[in-house]
Nanobody, 118 residues
């Protein structure tokens, strides 16, 4: 059993910043990577950023240079520092936890709302 909980969402003006957190608890042995996704109304869920246990990162082109993903492996916690926020960043942000072989498995949090006003 794995619990994944996001936090840190809120309302911010364009150009502002927010910091999101994702904490995994329960049976967390074997986490390989943690990812941030987001889904805006009427749009498909999209990958925002990824970080592996080794620290390799990947970003969507739309957030590259503005968002920074990080992770504290010992705490099974992932962060997303969001700067220069734009109205188009408004979405529910979801944490995704991916487990390595041989355990496998993917777990999602419930999401945290980020709203950026003009």
């Amino acid at each position: 059993q794995v619990r994944v909980v996001e936090s840190g969402g809120g309302l911010v003006q364009a150009g502002g910043s927010l910091n999101l957190s994702c904490a995994a608890s329960g049976n967390t042995f074997g986490i390989n990577a943690m990812d941030w996704y987001r889904q805006a109304p009427g749009k498909q869920r999209e990958l925002v950023a990824t970080i592996t246990n080794g620290g390799s990162t990947n970003y969507a082109a739309s957030v590259k240079g503005r968002f920074t993903i990080s992770r504290e492996n010992a705490k099974n916690t992932m962060y997303l520092e969001m700067n220069g926020l734009r109205p188009e960043d408004t979405a529910v942000y979801y944490c995704n936890v991916v487990f390595s072989w041989p355990r496998g498995g993917v777990y999602w949090g419930q999401g945290t709302q980020v709203t950026v006003s003009s």
